[in-house]
């Protein structure tokens, strides 16, 4: 073998091992964006459950806890296109929960509260880490490797969703 074709093969080599590195990152982020959604989900689903076990042991008025009531139904039933709806009709339920108990015009049990609130810091939380994936997995997929070879194979281009703009 010549000098030429020994360059070549390790040219070859080296672009495989290449595209193999990019395309075992993209399917961890890819996984890293399923998780973190996975968890989000899960943070959103003990969110309505806790909203209808706030209008259970509350004395709200009939209208704020038919709105609490039938926002977190909404939210824990909604499919994938109406979720981001869905979700941000709940958080401006639980605002209104979070503010008349700071009025003292709510009579809740403080556990709720604090549960209330921790659930809130942890919905935020999951919220930055998906969003954090969801944008790095993008970014990755924007490279031109990724792109020419089409490595990301046929795995949907994650997205965002409105309500995580939502200030929770």
């Given at each position: 073998m010549n000098l030429e074709t020994l360059l070549t093969l390790l040219a070859i080599v080296i672009i495989g091992w290449y595209l193999s590195f990019l395309a075992s990152r993209l399917d961890r982020l890819h996984h890293r964006v399923e998780t973190s959604w996975a968890t989000l989900d899960s943070f959103l689903q003990q969110r309505a459950a806790l909203a209808q076990q706030i209008v259970a042991e509350s004395n709200l008025d009939p209208a704020t806890a038919y709105l609490i009531s039938t926002s977190a139904i909404s939210a824990r039933k909604a499919n994938i296109i109406e979720r981001s709806a869905a979700e941000s009709v709940l958080s401006e339920s639980l605002k209104l929960v979070q503010n008349s108990a700071q009025d003292n015009s709510l009579e809740l049990p403080s556990e709720l509260l604090?549960?209330?609130?921790?659930?809130?810091?942890?919905?935020?939380?999951?919220?930055?880490?998906?969003?954090?994936?969801?944008?790095?997995?993008?970014?990755?997929?924007?490279?031109?490797?990724?792109?020419?070879?089409?490595?990301?194979?046929?795995?949907?281009?994650?997205?965002?969703?409105?309500?995580?703009?939502?200030?929770?």
């Open positions: 604090v549960e209330l609130s921790d659930i809130t810091n942890k919905v935020k939380m999951a919220i930055n880490i998906h969003l954090e994936a969801v944008n790095a997995t993008r970014n990755v997929r924007s490279k031109i490797f990724i792109r020419l070879f089409r490595l990301a194979g046929k795995a949907p281009l994650p997205v965002r969703y409105e309500f995580e703009d939502d200030s929770l």
